[in-house]
């Protein structure tokens, strides 16, 4: 009997936290849904995901990280009415469950308090972690009615709270469901576009202030999509990024970038400073510097006429890392630059 209890609560319980898994979430979302059918009441569901969790994991360790995981599993319990239920729905997400909401109003009292928590700092085995997380709430019968529905909105809304700037909760709207459409429609075309070779680089001039002499390029991407023309970076690049659309499109556009200046050296132009830039699921590849040189020995440009460019933000994300990836870039004898 005490072996079939165990089995029992691992399938429907975290292992790490203890918390309620997906599983058992979801069959009291469903019963909570029945019941408020039949009294009138509401129910809402939040997602909570932790903001930027992947660089704990990445800079002190899964076993510290696990632990901080528990922790903050303790305080959301804590911050739970009774009646709720607190999951773990995995890695670094966790799910809520307002049996009995009265509405958005309170939806975000308590979704303000669960943020003001999570910025407390907290310590494990004497590290100091500050955290933030996005909070995506929906709420039915508004946003949906059954389990699927409710919690999908939960988290369209959670990627919108991502999308603007992290460290709070948004409610779900339609209008975020018209733009998670568009946004998927975007992705499908982008991969199209790849293959179609619909991208281009164009060159912006770096000129010495001093003597107006050109010394340098940037290689900017564009899309020249076949029906709506060009499309700038900022509305295709975050897509690429969260699709992992990146990781070809960057190694395309670093290619193409150095081709273009080997073909000027060829042609007996003055030797310029490639400018290109890398984005944070570039310069996080641990292959980084293989797939550089591999470019470089490809199109023959000489490394010291390529500059790679980060943004001052992803070099402070996680300072180890920045610094064994930077030694390993400088050995092959190109530049680095700080952008932005």
């Excluded at 009615?145 to 939960?154: E, G, I, S, V, Y």
Aim: proline share 4%.
């Amino acid at each position: 009997k005490a072996a079939e209890e165990t089995i029992r609560h691992l399938a429907y319980h975290d292992g790490l936290t203890n918390l309620p898994n997906r599983v058992l979430f979801r069959d009291r979302l469903t019963t909570a849904l029945a019941q408020a059918k039949r009294s009138g009441r509401k129910v809402g569901v939040m997602f909570v995901d932790l903001d930027n969790f992947k660089l704990v994991n990445d800079s002190v360790g899964h076993t510290l990280g696990d632990r901080l995981l528990s922790a903050i599993a303790s305080d959301l319990t804590r911050l739970t009415r009774n009646g709720d239920t607190i999951a773990r729905g995995g890695g670094d997400e966790f799910t809520l469950l307002l049996a009995d909401c009265e509405g958005a109003a309170e939806a975000a009292r308590i979704a303000e308090r669960v943020l003001g928590a999570l910025r407390q700092p907290r310590r494990v085995e004497g590290r100091e972690f500050h955290l933030t997380a996005s909070i995506g709430i929906a709420i039915s019968p508004e946003d949906g009615t059954d389990a699927m529905t409710l919690l999908q909105n939960a988290d369209i809304a959670m990627y919108r709270a991502k999308e603007d700037g992290r460290d709070n909760f948004k409610m779900f709207t339609e209008s975020m469901n018209t733009t998670i459409t568009e946004r998927v429609a975007l992705e499908r075309e982008m991969r199209h576009g790849l293959e179609r070779d619909e991208f281009v680089v164009y060159y912006q001039p770096q000129v010495e202030i001093n003597t107006g002499e050109m010394v340098g390029v940037e290689a900017l991407v564009r899309w020249k999509h076949p029906e709506r023309g060009l499309i700038p970076p900022m509305e295709f690049i975050p897509v690429a990024e969260d699709s992992g659309l990146i990781q070809p499109l960057g190694e395309w556009v670093l290619r193409t970038a150095c081709a273009q200046g080997r073909a000027w050296e060829v042609a007996g132009l003055p030797a310029l400073r490639m400018g290109v830039n890398l984005s944070a699921r570039q310069f996080q590849q641990p292959d980084l510097p293989r797939i550089v040189a591999r470019v470089l020995n490809e199109t023959g440009l000489d490394a010291k006429h390529l500059q790679l460019e980060i943004t001052e933000s992803l070099a402070m994300r996680n300072l180890d890392f920045t610094m064994t990836a930077l030694q390993d870039l400088k050995r092959l004898g190109l530049e680095v630059s700080i952008d932005d």
